[in-house]
Every structure is written in structure tokens, then in C-alpha cells.
């Protein structure tokens, strides 16, 4: 028995070498991952089946309780027997592969073992067999619930070996004979064949974690890229946006050069064969064509199947991937080697990523796009909304002052166009400087105190400096319109508005207070929040100021109404003094 222990030792320096030669097999990477059919199982099989018909010819015969250390068993005499890693490669394959790798295996092996003969050969034919469907089943009810770890490979290993040690005195005749080869065989057989399951799951667990790792920088890499390029690709596809995009995947793969299209003509060309892969011009290789009418992706390792209409062109293999917005193909992206071999999996699969996470860009840009568009358009109709009513009651006023105060008509009739020529200039622009604002309101009050001279006075106290601040027009002078049409309805004079503008940190602070009939609780609550109907339309202005503030300043805006019943109130705006976007 000791004796046999260094000889099964060699044995095992064969499973270090199929572990190695199979961490090379696409094929076999695949059966890890559980990415294999049915075909490729039967393919592995085989595979499997190969491996454990050399162990057969590698055994060590077994002659009267003697070992015959031969290099190569093609036969084996009537009365003698064999110590192999046979069990070893079966329990490999099915645990591995499954159910139909095992049984694949498992006959393959135990067929050719009962050719070689000796008194186990129909003992050890049916013990193969049986391993295999045993460590198939296992498999797969184990790789269901967690991996398969080195040790469990190694206990069912260790135990497939003892079964087939028991088989062996079970079937074999003599039984003494039989007993005198397990006693030879049995401990060298388990242990080594234990040992050989360990090294061999060890080298199926280093190839796990190249892929982990190589998908965990592939990942990486895609999201650096992604990242990278997203304030370029929402600006959409154009020469300067694509031009940048193009630079950064150029520093961040292996390819030779980088190119991005639309459906027309080359936007971006960065790399070997820039010299007539030119932006602005129309395709250089007929292979973006069919990429663009097919929506497909397209890999080539032949300069011919490029179709570059340069003769000399450096690019010898490209991957041609479509951008796609809304299930249309927008443009392409294309990554170009100069020798063939430098287009691997990696980098294929790495495109496929970034066409993908650059297509969700592109749509994620035109959907932004398009809900601006949206938003301008709601704030230009609630701009729109603003004192329709204001307009008639200035003109009659006017209309009465023509018949006794001509002079004042006529400034009267100067303020309402001023007012008016800001109104429809606002009507055009997101923000307006504060100081147009502000000729607004006092154009406004100037046709409002013309109708009610002492009904109340207005104040301003306007920090210095803050003229040129931007901020949203139709915002200052609806808060005016309010203090005087509600706060001061029921009176005839003593009515006080005061306006103070100042900056405070990185904000401006509009502050409108009068001190008229005040808001109740009640009144209060929805206010801001949507529109109100009343004769004097308070509630839809300050909700229109709100939603503005809300449109253009993403939140960032604020505000802020405080009231108290025939004590006054005090509303507060607060506004960013840089737009977000």
C-alpha cells in the first residue's frame, strides 16, 4: 500500500495538466458559469470521457497483491487489476456539468475500463457509471443552493472512491481475492484521488476569480468611460460633443482609434486614419452603412470587410456598434485595431456595454431635452396669464384723464407702455435683470396710484448693488398687485407696502410686506400650492410665481408667505443667485 502511494502521486500530475488545459477552452470557462447547453454538455462529456480513458491507460497494474509500475496499460491479465483517478475525472465531470455530463462521462469511462479486463473490470465499469450519475445529481442540486467549494468536491470525491471500493468486494469473485486488492489499493485510491479533486477545484476556483476580475474591470472601465462622457452626450450627437467622447474612449480602451457617426456623415474620427477618416465628410467604410440600415452590431478581423476606400488604411479590424434613441438607430459607434488579435473578447464585450450605456445616455439627453422644451412652454402660457385684466382698467382710467388732466394722461399712457414693452420682453426670456423688474412695478404703481391716489404708499429699500441680478420676470410686481387688491380692499387710505431687496450668502432676498387685512389660517393653507378662484385672482398669481420658480430653479427656489388677520402680511422670496442649469 505504501508502496503504491508515490505512483498514484504521478497519476495526479495528469489532472493538473487537463486543469490547465481546460482553463484555456472557451467551452469549458462557459460550463463554470453555467453558460452552456445541451450540445455543448454532451460536448464537454466527451471532453470528460477522453480524459478518464487516458487515467484507464495510466493505471498501475495490479498482479498477485504486486504493482507492475508500466507507462502505458493497454491490457490488463484476466487475474490482475488496476489503481487509476478514473472515479477522479467521473466526479469531476458530474459535478461540474450535471446529471448528463456524469452519465456521459461515466459510461464513456466504464466502457473502456471493462475493454482493458481483469476480475474488476465489471465491478469497476459499473462503479464509473454510478459515480457519475451520483456526482451529476449532486451537482446540480448543490449549485443550486451555493458554489461548489474544494472541500465538498473533495468529500464526494473520497466518497464516489469508497463506493467504488465496496462494489468491488461486493461483485467481484473470490471475495478473498477481492479483499486482499482493496486492502492494497483502497486507502492510496481515496486519499490521492482526494487530493487530486482538491487541486483540480482549486484551478477551477482561480479561473472563477479571473472572470470575476476581469468583469469587475471591464465594469469599471464602463462606467469610468460612461461617466466620463455623459455631460458630452447630453448636449446630443454633434461634431464637439462626439469629438469629446471620442478622445476619452480612445484614452480608456486598447483601440487604435475611435469613431462616432450619424445616420449621415462622420462626427468624430480620433486615432490611426485620421488623415482621410475625416469629421464632416460622408462614411469612409461601407461597413458603418450596414450597421446603420440592419441596427446591428458588426465585428470584423479583415481589412476587406471593412470596405475603407484608402488602399494604405493602417485599420485592420474594427466593432461597429449602433446608437440607438427610441428603438432607431441615431448613429453609430466604432472601435478600429490595427492588428486583429488586439480585438478580443474583452474589448468586444466592452463596446457592446458602452453602445448600450451610451444609447440610454443619448435617449436620457433627447427626454431632457424635451422636458425643457415642455416646461418653457408652460411657463410662457403662465406668464401669458398675468393681468389681462390690468390692461382695461389702466385704459379707462386713461380715458377719463384725457377729459381733465391731458398732461397726465399723457404720462399715464407712456407708463402703460412701458409696462407693456416689458411685459411682452419678459414673455421672451427665462430671467430678466432685477432692475427691469423693478421699472416694471414702478410703471405698474404709476397707473394703479392714478386711480386711488391715497389709498397707500410704497417703499423701496433696495440693497446697492443688486441691480444686474438675474431673476424670473413677472415675479416682484404680482406680489405688489396683491398687497394692494387684497390687503387694502376694504379701505380708502393709511395703506403702507414696503419692498426690500438685499443679498444674503449665495441667494437674493425679495421681500414684499404691507400691513393690510392679513390672510386667515384657513385662507392661507392653499395658497402657492394651486390656483384659487376669487375676484381678484390672488391665489392664481402666487401660484404661478411658484411653479416658475419651481420650473426654472429646480427647487433650489423658495417661497415663504407669513400672515396674520388685519395684522398684515409678508411674503419672501428666495432666489439663487446661478441657475443650476
Known amino acids: 500500500m505504501i508502496q503504491l ?5 504521478e497519476r495526479v500530475g495528469i489532472i493538473v495538466i487537463i486543469a490547465f488545459l481546460l482553463s484555456q477552452i472557451k467551452s469549458f470557462r462557459q460550463i463554470v458559469q453555467n453558460d452552456l447547453g445541451l450540445k455543448g454538455k454532451w460536448l464537454l462529456a466527451a471532453f470528460f470521457g477522453a480524459f478518464s480513458i487516458i487515467s484507464n491507460y495510466t493505471g498501475i497494474e495490479i498482479k498477485q497483491n504486486a504493482l507492475i509500475d508500466n507507462t502505458w496499460l493497454m491490457e490488463v491479465g484476466p487475474d490482475n487489476a488496476i489503481a487509476n483517478t478514473r472515479i477522479m475525472v467521473v466526479g469531476i465531470g458530474g459535478l461540474l456539468g450535471g446529471p448528463v455530463v456524469g452519465l456521459g462521462v461515466g459510461v464513456i469511462a466504464g466502457i473502456h475500463r471493462y475493454t482493458l479486463g481483469g476480475f474488476t473490470a465489471g465491478a469497476c465499469a459499473l462503479s464509473s457509471i454510478l459515480a457519475g450519475i451520483a456526482a451529476g445529481y449532486i451537482g446540480k442540486k448543490y449549485k443550486k443552493k451555493r458554489i461548489i467549494t474544494p472541500l465538498f468536491a473533495v468529500g464526494v470525491g473520497m466518497t464516489l472512491e469508497t463506493v467504488q471500493m465496496m462494489i468491488i468486494l ?6 478473498e481475492k477481492a479483499w486482499a486488492l482493496v486492502e492494497i489499493i483502497g486507502v492510496p485510491m481515496i486519499v490521492i484521488n482526494g487530493l487530486g479533486i482538491l487541486i483540480f477545484m482549486f484551478i477551477i476556483q482561480s479561473i472563477l476569480r479571473e472572470e470575476e476580475r476581469t468583469r469587475a474591470l471591464q465594469t469599471h472601465n464602463a462606467f469610468m468611460i460612461a461617466d466620463r462622457t455623459l455631460p458630452f452626450f447630453r448636449r446630443g450627437l454633434n461634431e464637439d460633443s462626439c469629438m469629446e467622447v471620442a478622445k476619452i474612449m480612445l484614452q480608456l480602451t486598447e483601440a487604435d482609434a475611435v469613431a462616432i457617426t450619424n445616420e449621415h456623415r462622420v462626427l468624430a474620427h480620433i486615432g490611426a486614419g485620421s488623415d482621410h477618416h475625416i469629421p464632416g465628410q460622408a462614411f469612409a467604410t461601407g461597413l458603418t452603412k450596414k450597421v446603420l440600415n440592419q441596427g446591428k452590431i458588426m465585428t470584423t478581423r479583415k481589412r476587406e470587410e471593412i470596405f475603407c476606400f484608402q488602399d494604405d488604411c493602417p485599420l485592420q479590424a474594427a466593432v461597429v456598434l449602433p446608437l440607438k434613441v427610441h428603438q432607431k438607430t441615431a448613429g453609430t459607434l466604432k472601435m478600429y485595431f490595427k492588428h486583429p488579435e488586439k480585438l478580443d473578447k474583452v474589448e468586444q ?47 379707462n382710467t386713461i380715458s377719463a384723464l384725457c377729459r381733465t388732466d391731458i398732461e397726465k394722461a399723457r404720462k399715464l399712457l407712456v407708463e402703460l407702455s412701458i409696462f407693456f414693452r416689458s411685459n411682452l420682453q419678459g414673455a421672451r426670456q427665462m430671467v430678466i435683470p432685477l432692475e427691469k423688474e423693478l421699472e416694471y412695478v414702478k410703471a405698474y404703481l404709476s397707473l394703479e396710484q392714478a386711480r386711488f391716489p391715497h389709498k397707500y404708499q410704497v417703499s423701496f429699500r433696495i440693497e446697492p448693488g443688486v441691480e444686474k441680478v438675474l431673476i424670473p420676470p413677472f415675479t416682484l410686481q404680482p406680489l405688489v398687485e396683491n398687497a394692494i387688491n387684497h390687503a387694502f380692499a376694504q379701505i380708502k387710505e393709511g395703506g403702507i407696502v414696503d419692498i426690500h431687496i438685499c443679498k444674503e450668502s449665495e441667494n437674493i432676498h425679495i421681500t414684499v410686506e404691507d400691513n393690510g387685512k392679513g390672510i386667515t389660517l384657513e385662507e392661507l393653507e392653499p395658497i402657492g400650492k394651486q390656483t384659487i378662484h376669487s375676484s381678484k385672482g390672488t391665489g392664481t398669481a402666487i401660484y404661478n410665481i411658484s411653479k416658475r420658480l419651481e420650473g426654472i430653479y429646480n427647487k433650489e427656489a423658495a417661497l415663504h408667505i407669513h400672515s396674520t388677520s388685519n395684522e398684515g402680511t409678508k411674503i419672501e422670496m428666495v432666489i439663487p443667485l446661478k441657475r443650476s442649469r
Not at 5 to 9: I, R
Not at 371 to 393: G, M, T, V, W, Y
Open 5 to 9: 502511494l508515490p505512483l498514484m502521486l
Open 170 to 175: 461486493a461483485f467481484t469473485k473470490p471475495f
Open 349 to 395: 464585450e466592452l463596446a457592446e456595454g458602452l453602445a448600450k450605456l451610451f444609447s440610454t445616455q443619448l435617449e436620457l439627453a433627447d427626454a431632457e431635452l424635451q422636458s425643457r422644451l415642455l416646461k418653457d412652454a408652460e411657463i410662457k402660457a403662465l406668464q401669458a396669464q398675468i393681468h389681462p385684466h390690468f390692461f382695461f382698467n389702466s385704459i
